[in-house]
């Protein structure tokens, strides 16, 4: 720790010098004509005296303790990665021009990603027209993985029914996506494993309108313990009545509803009950991965964005 004055500490201590002989000088000739405030005034000097030998090293010491704590959060390593904001693809994959506010847009939601993760010490700029620097102090490469959830998923949550007759219709509609159509429905691929931890691909037909989509979300949650991996989303009032009244029309055990998050089908279980403004999303690797697409469901993406690099930021 070092005690040592520099100038700005000097003047400081010259300052209360004077002012202490002052006021010595003032108390010496109150107190030789005497009067009710003598003890005042003996006092006081005393009191200043003591400013001028302890609040000089005390600033000197919280500015070094404050210096240290800098130079600590130096030193630590961590990611830098570069992203790439694209166009927004329209249907018929029409590509939209990207917007003059998107990467302002991006900017700010990875912001508010990374600060629910509790990612401290963020720098993040915007480098040329369409590119995003980010700096995370701290993060561990281990940690790649949940980053990338974290800042690619655009988090454009749908749950879609599905046709009833799926399993006939989408295999047929798979072996040829040209003639065998089906009107109000969508040709989509299930990735799942079954309970022998075998991989298994499903094709399913979902219906073209959503019943809700992550508009209606007030909070998503990750779960923890034997149920890691999994999230609960809770709806607002009006994604509560929707999905309630989308419930009591299904057939128990029969009518299935998919949850489908930027395009990719998570999962696919059948509707065994009524339910309304919670319902749980599973398909998630980790608990790491549940947290970063948590954070990314309350916070979406505009436009698209791609990791173009992740370097390692070594500790100095």
Same mark, same amino acid.
């Given at each position: 720790?070092? !005690?040592?004055?520099?100038?700005? &500490?000097?003047?400081? !201590?010259?300052?209360?010098?004077?002012?202490?002989?002052?006021?010595?000088?003032?108390?010496?000739?109150?107190?030789? &004509?005497?009067?009710?405030?003598?003890?005042?005034?003996?006092?006081?000097?005393?009191? $200043?005296?003591?400013?001028?030998?302890?609040?000089?090293?005390?600033? =000197?010491?919280?500015?070094?303790?404050?210096?240290?704590?800098?130079?600590?959060?130096?030193?630590?390593?961590?990611? @830098?990665?570069?992203?790439?904001?694209?166009?927004?693809?329209?249907?018929?994959? =029409?590509?939209?021009?990207?917007?003059?506010?998107?990467?302002?847009?991006?900017?700010?939601?990875?912001?508010?990603?990374?600060?629910?993760?509790?990612?401290?010490?963020?720098?993040?700029?915007?480098?040329?027209?369409?590119?995003? $620097?980010?700096? $995370?102090?701290?993060?561990?490469?281990?940690?790649?993985?949940?980053?990338?959830?974290?800042?690619?998923?655009?988090?454009? !949550?749908?749950?879609?029914?599905?046709?009833?007759?799926?399993?006939?219709?989408?295999?047929?509609?798979?072996?040829?996506?040209?003639?065998?159509?089906?009107?109000?429905?969508?040709?989509?691929?299930?990735?799942?494993?079954?309970?022998?931890?075998?991989?298994?691909?499903?094709?399913?037909?979902?219906?073209?309108?959503?019943?809700?989509?992550?508009?209606?979300?007030?909070?998503?949650?990750?779960?923890?313990?034997?149920?890691?991996?999994?999230?609960?989303?809770?709806?607002?009032?009006?994604?509560?009545?929707?999905?309630?009244?989308?419930?009591?029309?299904?057939?128990?055990?029969?009518?299935?509803?998919?949850?489908?998050?930027?395009?990719?089908?998570?999962?696919?279980? @059948?509707?065994?009950?009524?339910?309304?403004?919670?319902?749980?999303?599973?398909?998630?690797?980790?608990?790491?991965?549940?947290?970063?697409?948590?954070?990314?469901? $309350?916070?979406?993406?505009?436009?698209?964005?791609?990791?173009?690099?992740?370097?390692?930021?070594?500790?100095?």
């Amino acid at each position: 720790m070092n !005690l040592s004055i520099d100038n700005e &500490s000097a003047i400081y !201590l010259i300052g209360l010098s004077v002012l202490a002989v002052c006021l010595i000088y003032l108390a010496v000739r109150i107190f030789r &004509s005497g009067g009710i405030y003598r003890p005042l005034f003996v006092s006081l000097p005393l009191a $200043m005296m003591s400013l001028v030998f302890f609040c000089g090293p005390l600033t =000197e010491v919280r500015a070094d303790e404050a210096s240290t704590d800098d130079v600590a959060k130096d030193e630590l390593g961590g990611l @830098s990665v570069t992203l790439r904001v694209l166009p927004q693809a329209s249907w018929g994959d =029409e590509v939209k021009p990207l917007e003059a506010d998107a990467v302002s847009q991006a900017i700010l939601t990875i912001e508010q990603r990374l600060n629910s993760r509790g990612t401290e010490d963020l720098i993040i700029q915007q480098e040329g027209a369409d590119r995003i $620097m980010v700096q $995370m102090p701290g993060t561990e490469l281990a940690e790649v993985e949940a980053v990338r959830v974290l800042l690619e998923s655009i988090a454009k !949550l749908e749950l879609r029914l599905v046709h009833e007759e799926s399993r006939t219709l989408a295999p047929e509609v798979a072996a040829d996506p040209q003639t065998n159509l089906i009107p109000g429905y969508k040709l989509y691929h299930y990735e799942s494993t079954d309970r022998d931890g075998n991989a298994v691909t499903e094709d399913l037909l979902l219906r073209n309108r959503t019943v809700i989509d992550g508009s209606y979300i007030t909070r998503a949650q990750a779960l923890y313990g034997a149920y890691a991996g999994q999230i609960v989303v809770e709806l607002n009032d009006e994604g509560g009545e929707i999905l309630l009244a989308t419930t009591k029309k299904a057939k128990p055990g029969q009518t299935r509803m998919a949850i489908v998050l930027d395009g990719k089908v998570l999962s696919a279980p @059948s509707i065994n009950g009524v339910f309304g403004s919670s319902f749980q999303i599973s398909g998630m690797d980790s608990l790491e991965e549940a947290q970063a697409l948590s954070a990314a469901l $309350m916070n979406p993406l505009k436009n698209p964005v791609t990791i173009e690099e992740v370097r390692w930021l070594p500790a100095k």
